[in-house]
């Protein structure tokens, strides 16, 4: 059974650029939430995807925004990149009646 | 608004002995919690959860407490091995489950031979 995978792992792109990130969720999951994380902090919470909508969303600006499909997967869009941006990009997946969010291994996102 | 802390950014333990890691967190709506274990260049990794209407957890190895008289939870780790060494992290949501997990900054536990 394959957990949370993200691609691609590593990217590197140049200020101003958009960038999509991709995510599916461990099977049998039907949330997909997508948070950032700075180098040397916790992560930060973006959005959540439950039933292809945005349920929830943190702090961050209009310019991240996401979709989820009726796979579950889920994409993390981010336009006009500053170099703020640059960090690892986590999506969790869990069972929206139970909790207990798994995370994949991260994007790596250098904005340069 | 939500905050959750950590009392020590770095935990230097002998191999064998006991770890605890404490992390403090603000919003007494808070009702889920969970400590994660993340390893260099990897996602963070579920090790225990707990819900408020318990003060005690156990897994294998690991222990939460929580108390919410303080708004503390800790975690303990029995007979702390090398593999353990990773940056922890606790989580708290006040959903009651994890859709907007609050982090803290982490506590870097160094397992030393």
């Known amino acids: 059974d394959a957990g949370v995978t993200q691609s691609p792992t590593h990217l590197i792109k140049t200020r101003g650029q958009q960038v999509t990130l991709r995510c599916s969720p461990k099977?049998?999951?039907?949330?997909v939430s997508w948070y950032q994380q700075a180098l040397g902090q916790g992560p930060q919470f973006i959005f959540q995807?439950?039933?292809?909508?945005?349920?929830q969303r943190g702090n961050f600006p209009d310019r991240f925004s996401g979709h989820q499909f009726p796979n579950y997967s889920s994409e993390l869009n981010v336009n006009a990149l500053l170099l703020g941006d640059s960090a690892l990009y986590l999506c969790?997946?869990?069972?929206?009646?139970?909790?207990?969010?798994?995370f994949g291994q991260g994007t790596r996102l250098t904005v340069v | 608004g939500e905050s959750v802390g950590l009392h020590l950014p770095t935990l230097s333990v002998q191999e064998g002995d006991n770890s605890i890691i404490n992390c403090a967190y603000s919003?007494?709506?808070?009702?889920?919690f969970i400590w994660y274990k993340q390893e260099s260049g990897k996602g963070p990794q579920f090790i225990i959860d707990?819900?408020?209407?318990?003060d005690k957890r156990q897994g294998q190895r690991v222990t939460v407490l929580l108390n919410k008289t303080v708004k503390h939870l800790s975690l303990q780790i029995a007979a702390t091995q090398p593999g353990d060494s990773a940056v922890y992290f606790c989580a708290s949501d006040n959903t009651g489950t994890a859709s907007k997990l609050t982090f803290g900054t982490g506590t870097r536990l160094q397992v030393t031979l």
């Open positions: 969790a997946s869990s069972l929206v009646s139970t909790g207990e969010a798994f």
């Open positions: 707990i819900r408020s209407n318990m």
């Open positions: 099977s049998g999951h039907d949330t």
């Open positions: 995807y439950y039933e292809e909508e945005e349920r």
């Open positions: 919003n007494s709506a808070s009702d889920y």
